[in-house]
């Protein structure tokens, strides 16, 4: 009871103490550092102790709000405006916001409302077309076969070489001996560029969900698609220009070549490499950032400011914004943690009463993470992916032994929320559909006494060890105090869980959730690969 009482205290005190102390951020992003070490530590035994519930002590702490909220702005309304102090702010209607909820729904806008529509003005243009496509993969995983991404992309950049550009992300990690014995497939583990964003003139997709058939049939994933938000489409153009930079580029010859002046990401200086791709990258932030609060400051600090009317007479015919989109970028390879930090800081935050539905087709929290869940007073209902929907379900050889990990790793959760007597406040569920795969993720908060909610993450990372620390990772933070759109994701969040089962201890005494003993002991080993 001591220890319980002295988690409902600790996150303010140490909240209070943090606030007495210069230099915030990075002081939490090194505690943040420290409770994974610890945790990894404790994880070594069959039981964590009680103190597992003071966690939240060694959390991040909210960033402090450089300018304080002034009545002028409409961001001041809502509590999540802390997000803007690492990066950009982007103040929309709802009515550009549309939550998609299945393949063929992605498939069709994909195709009709977003490629034909921009081929479509391109030829009608009466000059030369500036039309510009430019394709961000990874090496590894666009590589892989006789038949890949490369080789069907090379015809389109062979015949407009001009106007197509095709990068390819190659890890820094994987390199020396080490990319000589890895083989193909197995050597993706190492790290992906992993951003799932689809860019149209000034609309944007963000998503989880790859370009193969079965995303857009059977497989499912979540998407919002945000319609004629021009400040938000630069963004993630100069994001996917930035990290192009530091690829490698495809030739029409299939070799690739790096941009002159940057360093080879694994044959030159390692270190090197990644101190330019964290300036390039953060260069992007910072710069979005600083435009962004330069117009924040024109719209509500203006000496001179407009009514509505007068704005609608000068042509402006905008609505004013009842949503924020955040951008959450994640490159631990270059020391780029922002997603991370919003993330720990949104668990730590959530208060008693509210709830946080978190998702991933493949449940492997990091420690931090599962820490945040086990210690904080949030209720929480986690979806994951029965074995039979799980991505890997069938594969042969060792990759088909992955789904049963994920079951191990899920029994060791399951089993430390009830050793802690939290069944009531954490409960996990797992989805399942005839013929389909589960490739969801991303969260949904909604503040005690809510029914609907105000927050969700939307985007690629999938919360686990490899999001966080391996791969190339985006996400965008989507705060509304629109109703309609507040809807539009409970209905998103509703359907989702319609399709699943509650876990309990009776769902790993079933022969498809029997674990083989070598599994269960190489799973730790590897745990952080998949």
């Not at 300018?67 to 001041?76: D, F, I, N, Q, V």
């Not at 034909?116 to 995983?141: A, C, G, H």
């Not at 820094?172 to 951003?195: A, C, D, K, V, Y």
């Not at 190489?522 to 998949?530: D, S």
Request: hydrophobic share 40%.
């Amino acid at each position: 009871m001591a220890a319980a009482a002295t988690a409902v205290a600790g996150p303010v005190f140490w909240r209070r103490l943090l606030g007495l102390l210069p230099g915030r951020p990075g002081l939490a992003a090194l505690l943040g550092r420290l409770s994974d070490r610890l945790g990894r530590n404790r994880d070594r035994r069959r039981r964590r102790p009680p103190w597992l519930l003071l966690a939240p002590l060694l959390s991040p702490a909210v960033p402090h709000v450089t300018s304080p909220p002034c009545c002028l702005c409409p961001e001041g309304v809502h509590r999540f405006q802390w997000i803007r102090n690492l990066v950009p702010e982007f103040g929309v209607s709802s009515s550009h916001v549309r939550v998609l909820s299945s393949p063929a729904e992605f498939f069709e806008l994909m195709k009709v409302d977003c490629l034909e529509s921009t081929l479509e003005k391109s030829l009608q243009t009466k000059f030369p077309s500036d039309l510009r496509v430019s394709i961000l993969l990874d090496f590894t995983r666009g590589s892989r076969g006789r038949k890949n991404s490369r080789t069907m992309l090379l015809p389109l950049l062979q015949r407009f070489p001009e106007q197509v550009r095709v990068s390819l992300f190659h890890t820094p990690n994987l390199r020396g001996l080490l990319r000589l014995l890895i083989p193909e497939r197995f050597n993706e583990t190492i790290g992906l560029q992993h951003i799932k964003v689809y860019l149209f003139d000034n609309s944007v997709i963000l998503s989880g969900a790859n370009l193969s058939d079965s995303y857009f049939t059977n497989r499912q994933d979540r998407y919002v698609f945000l319609q004629d938000c021009p400040e938000i489409a630069d963004f993630f153009t100069e994001l996917v220009d930035a990290v192009g930079d530091v690829s490698l580029q495809l030739q029409g010859d299939d070799t690739v070549q790096v941009v002159e002046g940057m360093v080879h990401p694994y044959k030159g200086d390692q270190a090197a490499y990644c101190k330019a791709a964290n300036q390039r990258v953060m260069d992007v932030i910072n710069s979005a950032r600083t435009r962004q609060q330069m117009l924040h400051a024109q719209t509500f600090h203006s000496n001179a400011l407009l009514t509505q009317e007068d704005a609608a007479a000068a042509g402006d015919q905008r609505p004013a914004p009842d949503t924020w989109i955040y951008p959450l970028i994640q490159m631990k390879p270059f020391e780029i943690q922002i997603d991370e930090i919003v993330t720990e800081t949104l668990l730590t935050e959530a208060e008693r009463g509210a709830k946080v539905y978190l998702t991933t087709g493949y449940f492997n929290l990091t420690q931090a993470y599962m820490d945040l869940v086990l210690g904080t007073r949030a209720e929480y209902q986690i979806l994951l992916a029965s074995p039979e929907v799980n991505g890997f379900f069938g594969a042969k050889g060792v990759a088909g032994a992955i789904p049963a990990a994920y079951v191990h790793i899920e029994r060791q959760f399951y089993s430390e929320v009830c050793s802690l007597g939290q069944q009531e406040r954490v409960q996990l569920q797992e989805y399942w559909r005839r013929g389909w795969t589960f490739h969801a993720k991303g969260l949904w908060l909604y503040l005690a006494g809510s029914s609907l909610p105000c927050l969700t993450l939307i985007g690629s990372p999938n919360f686990g060890y490899r999001s966080v620390h391996r791969d190339l990772e985006a996400q965008i933070a989507i705060v509304t105090e629109s109703r309609a759109l507040q809807q539009q994701l409970h209905q998103e969040q509703a359907q989702l869980y319609l399709r699943s089962g509650a876990v309990s201890s009776a769902t790993f005494e079933q022969p498809s959730r029997q674990v083989k003993l070598w599994v269960k002991m190489v799973t730790p080993l590897i745990k952080n690969f998949f």
